[in-house]
């Protein structure tokens, strides 16, 4: 009976929910069925969430359209995160030296400041330092240093950002 509900919620959530173009209800139905979501957080329309349930977010963060959030094995973001277009946060892969090809689960840890750039892959098990930056298209497969900035496939330190955050982001909350 509860992996019935959990895929009605699925696809309810993925399908019709991140459709509606007002995203107080969307904030709405996630919260009422376990995400944690910090103030003034928007998350944009066209995501499709696994285990949204296992998510935690902080305040004053932004997931814009498109992004794939696989939080199965628990994603936590911190606050003042931008995450761009069309991102993949996967927590989930496969042993593939298994003959029965299980499944292997590690979460994700994005922490404060961090801005994730358009079509970027953050793989499981990563946990990105305070204020880093990755750059469009990038993947991520360990873990990044505070402040780094990061490009390529895999992702390597290209630079580093200057430590002086004094903003939130605030994109507009209603039509999302």
């Given at each position: ?15 019709i ?8 209800f969307?904030?709405?139905?996630l ?9 003034k ?9 696994m285990?949204?349930?296992?998510l935690k ?12 959030i ?40 994005i922490n ?6 358009i ?14 930056v ?9 873990d ?7 490009a390529?496939v ?7 950002r ?6 939130h982001?605030?994109p507009i909350?209603f039509?999302?």
């Amino acid at each position: 009976m509860k992996l019935l509900i959990l895929s009605l919620y699925h696809y309810l959530l993925n399908h019709i929910i991140f459709h509606i173009p007002i995203h107080c209800f969307r904030k709405f139905c996630l919260k009422i069925t376990g995400t944690k979501i910090g103030k003034k957080t928007v998350i944009n329309m066209n995501q499709y969430f696994m285990s949204a349930y296992k998510l935690k977010i902080g305040n004053y963060s932004h997931i814009n359209q498109g992004c794939f959030i696989d939080a199965r094995a628990g994603i936590e973001i911190g606050s003042n995160v931008s995450i761009s277009h069309y991102v993949r946060l996967v927590t989930g892969s496969h042993d593939m030296n298994d003959p029965m090809f299980e499944g292997r689960f590690k979460s994700i840890k994005i922490n404060d400041y961090v801005w994730i750039g358009i079509n970027s892959i953050i793989l499981q098990g990563v946990v990105i330092g305070k204020g880093a930056v990755i750059c469009a298209g990038a993947v991520v497969t360990k873990d990044v240093p505070d402040n780094a900035i990061m490009a390529g496939v895999p992702a390597k330190i290209i630079g580093y950002r200057q430590p002086d955050y004094k903003y939130h982001c605030k994109p507009i909350e209603f039509f999302v």
